[in-house]
């Protein structure tokens, strides 16, 4: 089981980005997907998480508002969209799956971890 996030970068304040979390050999249509990000001396903390059957979508409250979950079936992909990006969303983000998962503690252990992605706001 592979996942990989991607779509970071850098971007000024008030900037956006879209992430992606996609899977390698197998289909996400089963697995909730959680975004996580840890930035320099801090922990990981859950950002975003789709429930398995999209009836369900979780945000940590500094980012209600200002990004956004989706899953594409067809494309086998997960999608972070970021807008209003703030200097404290500057982190490494990561993507986790878990199988069936439909609630928020649910998505905070993940069955697998990708690898991340770094997004950087700086002016």
């Known amino acids: 089981v592979q996942l990989q996030a991607s779509g970071g970068g850098l971007v000024q304040p008030g900037g956006s980005l879209r992430l992606s979390c996609t899977a390698s050999g197998y289909a996400l249509d089963y697995y909730a997907v959680a975004w996580f990000r840890q930035a320099p001396g801090k922990e990981r903390e859950g950002v975003s998480c789709i429930s398995w059957s999209d009836s369900d979508t979780y945000y940590t409250d500094s980012v209600k508002g200002r990004f956004t979950i989706s899953r594409d079936r067809a494309k086998n992909v997960v999608h972070l969209q970021m807008n209003s990006l703030k200097t404290g969303d500057t982190a490494v983000y990561y993507c986790?799956?878990?199988?069936?998962?439909?609630?928020?503690?649910?998505?905070?252990?993940?069955?697998?971890w990708g690898q991340g992605t770094q997004v950087t706001v700086s002016s």
């Open positions: 986790g799956v878990r199988k069936y998962g439909v609630k928020w503690d649910q998505c905070l252990d993940p069955d697998y």
